[in-house]
T-cell receptor, first 112, second 113 residues
Framework: GEQVEQLPSILRVQEGSSASINCTYE??????FPWYKQEPGENPKLIID?????ERKQTQGLIVLLDKKAKRFSLHITDTQPGDSAMYFC???????????FGDGTQLVVKP | EAGVTQSPRYAVLQEGQAVSFWCDPI?????LYWYQQPRDQGPQLLVY????????NSQLPSDRFSAVRPKGTNSTLKIQSAKQGDTATYLC???????????FGPGTRLTVL
């Protein structure tokens, strides 16, 4: 299996600033790290992911970094907007069976 | 393409009652997952299928929970005798066999009184 730790549990930022969420994992075999955004009453939606052959990936104001040596990965949201307010989950996939293990989430609050 | 659909969206039970949840994955997705998401926690995998076969059900409380996917398409998750600790949202997800991205359905929010 896999154990994913996610911090912080709550993150409050001012609109226009950046937000960073950090996750660590235990299983060195993990090779896929997706990030999901979940709004109240909605299903989790994949926003960005990174595979173990990459250290950095960027798309539409989102940056993910992966440090395999430290078993750490992070999500950075640049120029946050109120619409970014949601729960964010990191996850890791430790094997070829497509199982993914989630962190406990970060509640992001973007203040106007 | 149509997304993953689930029903019902909400269920409220007394302890000891039974309930079934239904999931229709995205067409062509061979792999189907059931997750339990307690309030303020991340989704936790209960069971998953590739076509009609169970690949991993090690996290499924087998004395009360069961899951089937008889034709490799729709799936049903059943709780035989619900407990208050089962209160959670039950999410279904699907993915293509060779890919990693999982698409989630809207979930069923279960409350056990």
């Amino acid at each position: 299996g896999e154990q994913v730790e996610q911090l912080p549990s709550i993150l409050r930022v001012q609109e226009g600033s950046s937000a960073s969420i950090n996750c660590t994992y235990e299983n060195s075999a993990s090779n896929y790290f997706p990030w999901y955004k979940q709004e109240p009453g909605e299903n989790p939606k994949l926003i960005i992911d990174i595979r173990s052959n990459m250290e950095r990936k960027q798309t539409q104001g989102l940056i993910v970094l992966l440090d395999k040596k430290a078993k750490r990965f992070s999500l950075h949201i640049t120029d946050t907007q109120p619409g970014d307010s949601a729960m964010y989950f990191c996850a890791a996939n430790p094997d070829s069976n497509n199982r993914i293990f989630f962190g406990d989430g970060t509640q992001l609050v973007v203040k106007p | 393409e149509a997304g993953v659909t689930q029903s019902p969206r909400y269920a409220v039970l007394q302890e000891g009652q039974a309930v079934s949840f239904w999931c229709d994955p995205i067409s062509g997705h061979d792999t189907l997952y059931w997750y339990q998401q307690p309030r303020d926690q991340g989704p936790q995998l209960l069971v998953y299928f590739r076509d009609e076969a169970v690949i991993d059900n090690s996290q499924l409380p087998s004395d009360r929970f069961s899951a089937v996917r008889p034709k490799g398409t729709n799936s049903t998750l059943k709780i035989q005798s619900a407990k208050q600790g089962d209160t959670a949202t039950y999410l279904c997800a699907s993915s293509r066999d060779w890919g990693y991205e999982q698409y989630f359905g809207p979930g069923t929010r279960l409350t056990v009184l």
